[in-house]
């Protein structure tokens, strides 16, 4: 949701400014839960729950919530600040029905673009090479001991 929103801002090392960053993420995430409740209550829990993108979601509202501004006012959306709440809850299911769930479909999982390692199947046992270098360093050795 924050990559989507580019809700990250470079210079969250001071504190005020981190705070408000995590103060924004967690009202994203309140709206978010909203518009996927609405969603359960018109399309079904299991359906949303399978097939909804929380990432497609999230682009699809930060592309239409600047056309959303520029069409109507600020002072048009007042109204639903002032709105009780089963008024608001019933907006938003009417609304939550006339979406398009295509457009916020889960991604398909992907084939592996690799394919799987093949295996030697070697029967001999593992030889180790610090131990090929110790013999071969004692062996030395010992060759230089006997040809003093």
């Known amino acids: 949701m924050t990559v ?9 090392g001071y504190p005020r400014a981190a705070l408000f960053g995590f103060c924004v993420a967690v009202a994203a995430y309140n709206v978010r839960s909203v518009l ?14 399978e097939e909804v993108s929380g990432y497609y ?4 509202w930060a592309m239409v919530y600047p056309e959303m501004m520029i069409a109507l006012p ?11 709440g089963e008024e608001l809850a019933a907006s938003l299911r009417e ?13 398909p999982p992907r084939k592996p673009t690799k394919e799987k390692t ?19 360093k004692k062996a030395r050795q010992a060759k230089a001991n006997k040809n003093q």
């Open 118 to 136: 093949r295996r030697i199947k070697d029967k001999s046992p593992h030889v180790s090479t610090a131990r090929l270098i110790d013999e071969a």
């Open 4 to 12: 989507a929103l580019n809700c990250e801002v470079n210079t969250l």
């Open 74 to 84: 600020a002072a048009e959306w007042e109204v639903f600040g002032r709105m009780p």
């Open 95 to 107: 609304w939550a029905g006339q979406i398009n769930l295509e457009r916020i479909k889960n991604a």
């Open 36 to 49: 996927k409740a609405a969603l359960r209550a018109v399309h079904g829990e299991q359906k949303v729950r």
């Open 57 to 60: 979601m999230a682009l699809e």
